[in-house]
Nanobody, 125 residues
Framework: QVQLVESGGGLVQAGGSLRLSCAASGRTFSDYAMGWFRQAPGKERQFVAA????????WYADSVKGRFTISRDNDKNMVYLQMNNLQPEDTGRYSC??????????????????WGLGTQVTVSS
């Protein structure tokens, strides 16, 4: 399994931007599709975005389309989530995840085996 550590969260006003980073361990990073999820206390985890192992295909939740961009740098074992025009409803703990099949990240998150601990994003109005 790949080990994941997120960073880049913080407090931002509505309309602001943040870029989250996810650092992955090991030399098999390019074997994994990657995704971002978010969760507020007492609520279910929500799918946010995913990217395939090559960085050639991306998927987004409807709520973030046009505002968020997922990308990866396989040479640096990094995945990013650029978040623009943040809104209070974007508040939550953002975690990155890895799986060998991108469809698992998009459709079966309960089957994902590699998760980071997350980084908090708080958007104020």
């Amino acid at each position: 399994q790949v080990q994941l550590v997120e960073s880049g969260g913080g407090l931002v006003q509505a309309g602001g931007s943040l870029r989250l980073s996810c650092a992955a361990s090991g030399r098999t990073f390019s074997d994994y599709a990657m995704g971002w999820f978010r969760q507020a206390p007492g609520k279910e985890r929500q799918f946010v975005a995913a990217v395939n192992r090559f960085g050639t295909h991306t998927w987004y939740a409807d709520s973030v389309k046009g505002r968020f961009t997922i990308s990866r740098d396989n040479d640096k074992n990094m995945v990013y989530l650029q978040m623009n025009n943040l809104q209070p409803e974007d508040t939550g703990r953002y975690s990155c995840a890895a799986d060998s099949v991108s469809a698992t990240i998009r459709d079966r998150p309960m089957a994902i085996k590699s998760w980071g601990l997350g980084t908090q994003v708080t958007v104020s109005s």
